[in-house]
């Protein structure tokens, strides 16, 4: 089967990697000069100074353990990581750099036409049997919808473009965004710039990269990322306290700790709430508009003229115009084109914002994608898959959470490729019950099976038995009989309450105010 990978970012590379382990014959079209995507510093995609939020126990392939040392690699660094997984794997021969694909079409016969374009304006179409779209979704900044003329005594630029404070030095400098790029470049700011001002919409959940002197995400398991949604989010901010607990006091100081949200949806930056407490960030109402003189209007009322305003606002939805009758709400799953899943997206939702580690979700994705396209995996069939299309494909612009180590389980469990709790239980429960460590997903490892830092003090035993009590009667019996589980474990699952059964796949919160909503 001749495959068509398009982008040779993460996504991308792991795409390459997994067709060509299944036999499939394979081309890559990148249209940089070098691999890597949005951690490729030449692309222009991601600003200056940006570093992984994952720890280097949690952000590697599963497959390909990190060799530098820091704890939470750099731009640059993770570029390298990528080109030694590429050049490990020997996957750069498949790979041409420099083409932008710029259509994608159904041939008269079956497959795919798949049309490349050069810098130069050249032109290369491979007919191929299938497309995985691996392009990536953080190119295109959100922007206001009306900007200061070029007259306007004003800089704006979107945080792509931001290149480090030194060029900033004396001004007043306003940040727009209350996520992770808005308070890193207003944290990067502090101290050079005359004064910093950060505009908030809705105050976000910042916790340190390390607490207690562990990785932030260390501190539970899959399992227990789930478990710890029984907490009060009161309780679980006493816990974090208990690990930082100057970070804590100087947050609820700042007016800035969110009272209310939940555990998944944190934010991960240790150097803005110490900005903000020491008066070197100044937190400023919501924006609403650029007036025409280029002075920036807040959502109340008050007007206040900058040197610089730097957009943080995300990013709009990734473009798949090149790709000829694809609507994004036609993709099953999010993944596959509903009508012919030999076309397929290996990205993340578009109506989510995604939290986690990167390689590892996008590495379950085109696992799940080539599991389809070799028949290792089924999907259902047309009908099901428009009716499931019709259900939440519809308002992609209520967006929710994406947990992306819990979709690894989810997405390892569709292709196939993790232990099947119906069958193997104690597998399955050995994986879901240790740390977020990707190496842990290409099979057992002695030794590496840890629990998270805080995994002893939930419940996870309940939790066990809740997903025990979702299996049916006779799996469960099968199960005791081949020695996956005792007949202690039968009696408990026996006992959860109608309702508090959980499906393996561990169904998690998805937005504030829900509680573990399925996504199918």
């Known amino acids: 089967m001749r495959t068509a990978v398009i982008g040779a970012g993460p996504a991308g590379l792991t795409c390459v990697r997994q067709a060509r382990a299944a036999g499939l014959d394979v081309v890559c079209f990148e249209k940089a000069a070098d691999l890597g995507g ?16 994952s720890s280097r126990m949690s952000m590697p392939f599963s497959d390909h353990p990190p060799a530098f040392a820091t704890d939470f690699p750099s731009q640059p660094e993770v570029q390298e990581y990528l080109r030694s997984y590429a050049q490990r794997h020997g996957l750069l021969d498949a790979v041409v750099f420099g083409s932008e694909v710029v259509r994608v079409a159904r041939a008269a016969h079956g497959g795919w036409r798949v049309t490349a374009r050069t810098a130069d304006g050249r032109e290369r179409t491979e007919a191929v049997d299938a497309v995985l779209v691996a392009n990536g979704e953080l190119w295109q900044p959100r922007l206001p919808a009306r900007l200061p003329g070029p007259q306007a005594p004003v800089r704006v630029l979107a945080s792509p473009d931001y290149r480090g404070p030194a060029e900033f030095a004396g ?7 209350g996520g992770v790029s808005g308070a890193d470049i ?57 690990l930082e607990p100057d970070y804590l006091a100087m947050y609820r100081a700042t007016g800035l700790l969110p009272e209310s949200g939940f ?90 914002e995604a939290f986690g580690t990167a390689c590892p979700y996008f590495e379950a994705v085109a696992g799940w994608a080539v599991a389809v396209l070799t028949g290792k995996a089924a999907l259902p069939d047309e009908r099901a898959r428009a009716e499931w ?85 006779e799996v469960r019996e099968r199960l005791l009989a081949g020695g996956s589980v005792d007949a202690a474990d039968l009696a408990a699952a026996a006992a959860v ?8 796949w561990l169904p998690y919160r998805q937005r504030q105010d829900d509680r573990a909503e399925a996504a199918a």
């Open 38 to 53: 949005i951690w490729n510093p030449a692309g222009g995609g991601a600003y200056a100074g940006v570093r992984m939020q």
């Open 171 to 177: 001004q007043r400098v306003l940040v727009v965004g």
């Open 186 to 242: 207003a944290a990067d700011l502090a101290g050079t710039a005359a004064r910093v001002d950060w505009s908030v919409r809705r105050r976000q959940l910042f916790l340190p990269r390390t607490l207690g002197g562990r990785y932030n995400d260390a501190l539970f398991s899959y399992a227990g990322r789930v478990a710890v949604e029984e907490l009060p989010y009161a309780e679980y901010l006493e816990w974090m306290g208990e």
């Open 263 to 352: 555990h998944g949806a944190v934010h991960v930056n240790e150097r803005i709430v110490p900005a903000v407490h020491a008066g070197a960030v100044h937190p400023v109402p919501a924006f609403a508009a650029f007036a025409p003189d280029g002075t920036v209007e807040f959502a109340d009322g008050g007007v206040r003229a900058y040197d610089a305003v730097v957009l943080c606002l995300g990013y709009e939805m990734p473009d798949y115009g090149f790709v000829e009758e694809l609507r994004r709400e036609d993709l099953y799953e999010h993944h596959f084109w509903r009508h012919d899943p030999t076309l397929a997206v290996i990205n993340t939702p578009v109506d989510t």
């Open 389 to 473: 299309c019709a259900r939440h494909m519809g308002a992609l612009t209520d967006r929710r959470y994406l947990d992306c180590w819990l979709e690894t389980i989810r997405l390892g469990l569709l292709s196939g490729s993790l232990p099947d709790p119906a069958v193997d239980f104690a597998g399955y429960w050995a994986l879901v019950a240790g740390q977020v460590d990707p190496a842990r997903l290409a099979g057992p490892e002695p030794g590496r099976a840890r629990p998270g830092a805080l995994d002893h003090r939930l419940d996870l035993a309940g939790l066990r038995h809740r997903i025990l009590a979702a299996l049916p009667v």
């Open 497 to 504: 309450p109608a309702g508090r059964e959980l499906a393996p």
